[in-house]
Protein backbone atom coordinates (compact mmCIF):
# COMPACT_ATOMS: atom_id res chain seq x y z
CA UNK A 1 0.00 0.00 0.00
CA UNK A 2 0.95 3.56 -0.84
CA UNK A 3 3.19 5.48 1.80
CA UNK A 4 1.04 8.92 1.88
CA UNK A 5 3.39 12.30 3.18
CA UNK A 6 2.18 15.41 3.76
CA UNK A 7 4.35 18.58 3.19
CA UNK A 8 3.49 21.21 5.54
CA UNK A 9 4.69 24.54 7.48
CA UNK A 10 2.75 27.25 8.99
CA UNK A 11 4.51 29.98 7.24
CA UNK A 12 3.48 30.41 3.53
CA UNK A 13 6.27 31.20 1.21
CA UNK A 14 8.63 28.33 2.47
CA UNK A 15 8.40 25.87 -0.96
CA UNK A 16 6.13 23.06 0.05
CA UNK A 17 4.51 23.34 -3.72
CA UNK A 18 7.76 23.23 -5.26
CA UNK A 19 9.56 20.16 -3.20
CA UNK A 20 6.72 18.21 -3.02
CA UNK A 21 6.04 18.58 -6.70
CA UNK A 22 9.76 18.23 -7.55
CA UNK A 23 10.43 14.67 -5.36
CA UNK A 24 6.89 13.31 -6.61
CA UNK A 25 8.39 14.17 -10.54
CA UNK A 26 11.67 11.82 -9.25
CA UNK A 27 9.75 9.44 -7.59
CA UNK A 28 7.83 8.92 -10.97
CA UNK A 29 11.00 8.76 -12.58
CA UNK A 30 12.08 5.80 -10.56
CA UNK A 31 8.83 3.82 -11.81
CA UNK A 32 7.36 4.69 -8.40
CA UNK A 33 3.82 4.97 -9.02
CA UNK A 34 3.12 7.96 -7.55
CA UNK A 35 -0.10 10.31 -6.81
CA UNK A 36 0.03 14.27 -5.82
CA UNK A 37 -3.08 15.15 -3.96
CA UNK A 38 -3.57 19.29 -4.49
CA UNK A 39 -5.27 20.29 -1.61
CA UNK A 40 -4.36 23.49 -1.47
CA UNK A 41 -7.42 26.12 -2.71
CA UNK A 42 -4.44 28.38 -4.78
CA UNK A 43 -4.10 24.68 -6.51
CA UNK A 44 -0.54 26.28 -7.59
CA UNK A 45 0.76 22.68 -7.36
CA UNK A 46 -2.07 21.51 -10.01
CA UNK A 47 -0.70 24.48 -12.06
CA UNK A 48 2.92 23.41 -12.52
CA UNK A 49 2.22 20.07 -13.31
CA UNK A 50 -0.72 20.65 -16.05
CA UNK A 51 2.27 23.18 -16.94
CA UNK A 52 4.13 19.89 -17.35
CA UNK A 53 1.95 17.92 -18.84
CA UNK A 54 1.95 20.67 -21.39
CA UNK A 55 5.47 20.50 -21.85
CA UNK A 56 5.42 16.33 -22.05
CA UNK A 57 2.52 16.17 -24.66
CA UNK A 58 2.53 19.57 -26.35
CA UNK A 59 -1.38 19.86 -25.46
CA UNK A 60 -3.20 21.70 -22.96
CA UNK A 61 -5.43 19.56 -20.66
CA UNK A 62 -8.78 20.50 -19.06
CA UNK A 63 -10.03 18.70 -16.46
CA UNK A 64 -14.11 18.83 -15.43
CA UNK A 65 -13.98 17.30 -12.01
CA UNK A 66 -11.92 18.94 -8.95
CA UNK A 67 -11.13 17.55 -6.42
CA UNK A 68 -13.78 18.85 -4.20
CA UNK A 69 -16.24 17.43 -7.12
CA UNK A 70 -14.49 14.16 -6.27
CA UNK A 71 -15.09 14.29 -2.40
CA UNK A 72 -18.76 15.59 -2.92
CA UNK A 73 -19.21 12.14 -5.00
CA UNK A 74 -17.91 10.01 -2.76
CA UNK A 75 -14.93 8.99 -4.97
CA UNK A 76 -11.81 10.59 -5.58
CA UNK A 77 -10.52 8.38 -8.90
CA UNK A 78 -12.89 10.84 -10.68
CA UNK A 79 -10.35 13.59 -10.64
CA UNK A 80 -7.32 11.65 -11.21
CA UNK A 81 -5.34 13.37 -13.90
CA UNK A 82 -2.13 11.38 -15.51
CA UNK A 83 0.74 13.87 -15.77
CA UNK A 84 3.25 11.17 -17.27
CA UNK A 85 3.99 7.58 -16.52
CA UNK A 86 3.90 6.62 -13.14
CA UNK A 87 2.73 10.17 -12.14
CA UNK A 88 -1.07 11.08 -11.27
CA UNK A 89 -2.40 14.77 -10.46
CA UNK A 90 -5.53 14.87 -7.82
CA UNK A 91 -6.00 18.36 -9.04
CA UNK A 92 -7.35 21.29 -7.19
CA UNK A 93 -9.06 24.76 -7.64
CA UNK A 94 -10.90 27.53 -5.65
CA UNK A 95 -13.29 25.71 -5.02
CA UNK A 96 -11.85 24.13 -2.82
CA UNK A 97 -12.09 26.76 -0.15
CA UNK A 98 -15.57 25.32 0.43
CA UNK A 99 -14.28 22.15 1.71
CA UNK A 100 -14.92 22.97 5.58
CA UNK A 101 -18.06 24.21 5.01
CA UNK A 102 -19.11 21.24 2.84
CA UNK A 103 -17.59 18.86 6.38
CA UNK A 104 -20.13 20.80 8.27
CA UNK A 105 -23.05 18.24 7.80
CA UNK A 106 -20.65 15.81 9.68
CA UNK A 107 -21.13 16.92 13.19
CA UNK A 108 -18.63 15.44 15.17
CA UNK A 109 -15.22 17.09 14.08
CA UNK A 110 -13.39 14.43 14.92
CA UNK A 111 -15.03 12.33 12.49
CA UNK A 112 -14.68 15.31 9.77
CA UNK A 113 -10.89 15.20 10.15
CA UNK A 114 -11.24 11.51 9.00
CA UNK A 115 -13.53 11.69 6.28
CA UNK A 116 -10.78 12.45 3.83
CA UNK A 117 -8.49 9.67 5.09
CA UNK A 118 -11.99 7.15 4.09
CA UNK A 119 -11.75 8.76 0.37
CA UNK A 120 -7.89 8.31 -0.16
CA UNK A 121 -8.16 4.50 0.70
CA UNK A 122 -9.65 2.97 -2.59
CA UNK A 123 -6.33 4.69 -4.52
CA UNK A 124 -3.40 3.03 -1.62
CA UNK A 125 -3.08 0.08 -3.79
CA UNK A 126 -2.82 1.20 -6.86
CA UNK A 127 0.57 3.75 -5.95
CA UNK A 128 3.91 3.29 -3.83
CA UNK A 129 3.59 7.09 -2.93
CA UNK A 130 0.77 9.69 -2.24
CA UNK A 131 2.34 13.00 -1.25
CA UNK A 132 -0.18 15.60 -0.04
CA UNK A 133 0.90 19.23 -0.92
CA UNK A 134 -1.29 21.57 1.71
CA UNK A 135 -2.13 25.54 2.76
CA UNK A 136 0.17 26.99 5.60
CA UNK A 137 -2.96 27.31 7.72
CA UNK A 138 -4.39 25.76 10.96
CA UNK A 139 -7.86 23.87 9.20
CA UNK A 140 -9.99 21.34 8.75
CA UNK A 141 -7.63 20.69 5.01
CA UNK A 142 -4.61 20.98 7.47
CA UNK A 143 -6.04 18.28 10.02
CA UNK A 144 -7.72 16.25 7.07
CA UNK A 145 -4.51 15.92 5.42
CA UNK A 146 -2.71 15.04 8.42
CA UNK A 147 -4.59 12.48 9.69
CA UNK A 148 -4.91 10.53 6.48
CA UNK A 149 -0.79 10.73 6.67
CA UNK A 150 1.94 8.04 7.54
CA UNK A 151 4.20 10.50 7.25
CA UNK A 152 5.11 14.55 7.24
CA UNK A 153 8.22 16.45 5.55
CA UNK A 154 8.29 20.10 7.20
CA UNK A 155 9.86 21.91 4.56
CA UNK A 156 11.38 25.10 6.47
CA UNK A 157 13.38 28.59 4.65
CA UNK A 158 16.39 29.56 6.28
CA UNK A 159 14.20 32.15 7.74
CA UNK A 160 13.29 32.96 10.91
CA UNK A 161 9.64 33.10 11.08
CA UNK A 162 9.75 29.85 8.71
CA UNK A 163 11.80 28.24 11.50
CA UNK A 164 9.29 29.52 13.80
CA UNK A 165 6.52 27.80 11.11
CA UNK A 166 8.65 25.09 11.75
CA UNK A 167 8.77 24.53 15.03
CA UNK A 168 4.51 25.28 15.50
CA UNK A 169 3.78 22.90 12.98
CA UNK A 170 5.53 20.08 14.85
CA UNK A 171 4.53 20.82 17.84
CA UNK A 172 0.66 20.78 16.22
CA UNK A 173 0.77 17.14 14.57
CA UNK A 174 2.15 16.12 18.42
CA UNK A 175 -0.06 18.20 20.25
CA UNK A 176 -3.61 17.74 18.09
CA UNK A 177 -3.43 15.53 15.22
CA UNK A 178 -1.27 12.81 17.60
CA UNK A 179 -2.84 13.04 20.70
CA UNK A 180 -6.33 14.52 19.88
CA UNK A 181 -7.25 13.30 16.56
CA UNK A 182 -5.09 9.79 17.49
CA UNK A 183 -3.54 10.15 14.11
CA UNK A 184 -3.20 6.11 13.50
CA UNK A 185 0.41 6.08 11.94
CA UNK A 186 1.39 9.72 11.11
CA UNK A 187 5.57 10.34 12.33
CA UNK A 188 7.69 13.53 10.92
CA UNK A 189 10.22 11.81 8.47
CA UNK A 190 12.26 15.19 8.43
CA UNK A 191 13.01 18.92 8.43
CA UNK A 192 14.12 19.49 4.70
CA UNK A 193 16.14 22.96 4.71
CA UNK A 194 15.46 25.65 1.85
CA UNK A 195 18.22 28.32 1.40
CA UNK A 196 17.25 31.53 0.98
CA UNK A 197 20.33 32.67 -0.42
CA UNK A 198 23.20 30.47 -0.97
CA UNK A 199 26.40 31.19 1.85
CA UNK A 200 24.21 34.43 3.66
CA UNK A 201 25.63 34.10 7.42
CA UNK A 202 21.39 34.18 8.97
CA UNK A 203 21.11 31.48 6.74
CA UNK A 204 24.10 29.04 8.14
CA UNK A 205 23.15 30.56 11.39
CA UNK A 206 19.08 29.77 11.19
CA UNK A 207 20.16 25.84 9.49
CA UNK A 208 22.35 25.67 12.60
CA UNK A 209 19.58 26.63 15.44
CA UNK A 210 17.66 24.37 13.32
CA UNK A 211 19.93 21.73 14.12
CA UNK A 212 19.90 22.60 17.50
CA UNK A 213 16.03 22.52 18.40
CA UNK A 214 14.87 19.92 16.05
CA UNK A 215 18.23 17.31 16.50
CA UNK A 216 20.72 17.15 13.50
CA UNK A 217 19.66 13.77 12.78
CA UNK A 218 16.07 15.12 11.51
CA UNK A 219 17.37 17.50 9.50
CA UNK A 220 18.13 16.43 6.03
CA UNK A 221 21.34 16.20 4.66
CA UNK A 222 20.44 17.50 1.11
CA UNK A 223 19.47 21.26 1.55
CA UNK A 224 17.59 22.83 -1.29
CA UNK A 225 19.89 25.76 -2.43
CA UNK A 226 18.85 29.25 -4.09
CA UNK A 227 17.89 28.05 -8.12
CA UNK A 228 16.84 30.54 -10.48
CA UNK A 229 15.25 27.59 -12.77
CA UNK A 230 12.59 26.11 -10.02
CA UNK A 231 11.03 30.09 -10.47
CA UNK A 232 10.61 29.57 -14.20
CA UNK A 233 8.49 25.81 -13.59
CA UNK A 234 5.96 28.13 -12.74
CA UNK A 235 5.84 29.18 -15.89
CA UNK A 236 6.90 26.44 -17.66
CA UNK A 237 6.13 23.82 -15.72
CA UNK A 238 8.97 21.02 -15.29
CA UNK A 239 11.38 20.98 -18.41
CA UNK A 240 14.73 18.77 -19.22
CA UNK A 241 15.94 20.99 -21.45
CA UNK A 242 19.31 21.86 -21.07
CA UNK A 243 22.43 21.89 -18.29
CA UNK A 244 20.47 24.55 -15.72
CA UNK A 245 17.30 21.73 -15.96
CA UNK A 246 19.45 18.70 -15.48
CA UNK A 247 21.31 20.90 -12.25
CA UNK A 248 17.84 21.32 -10.58
CA UNK A 249 16.66 17.36 -11.27
CA UNK A 250 20.68 16.41 -9.93
CA UNK A 251 19.22 18.13 -6.93
CA UNK A 252 16.07 16.79 -6.67
CA UNK A 253 17.90 13.29 -7.08
CA UNK A 254 19.85 13.54 -4.20
CA UNK A 255 16.48 14.61 -1.97
CA UNK A 256 14.56 11.76 -3.15
CA UNK A 257 17.31 9.41 -2.45
CA UNK A 258 17.26 10.76 0.93
CA UNK A 259 13.37 10.82 1.30
CA UNK A 260 13.62 6.88 0.43
CA UNK A 261 16.21 6.32 2.63
CA UNK A 262 14.27 7.76 5.65
CA UNK A 263 11.72 5.71 4.83
CA UNK A 264 13.22 2.78 4.92
CA UNK A 265 15.47 3.46 8.01
Given at each position: ?????????????????????????????????????????????????????????????????????????????????????????????????????????????????????????????????????????ISLITDSALYASDWCVIVMQTHERSLQGAEAFLRYIQNEVIDTFHAP?????????????????????????????????????????????????????????????????????????????????
Amino acid sequence: MAQIVTWGNFKGGTGKTTNSTMVANELANRRYRTLLVDMDPQGNATNLFLKTKNYLDNEVTVFDTTLMAAIQAEDLSKAVINIKNNLDLLASSADFSLFPRFMESVTNYNERVMYFSSLLEPLKDKYDFILIDIPPTISLITDSALYASDWCVIVMQTHERSLQGAEAFLRYIQNEVIDTFHAPTLDVLGILPVLLKNGAPVDVSTLEAAKEIFGESNIFETTIRNMERLKRYDLTGITNDDMHDKKVLKVYNNVTEEFINRLEE
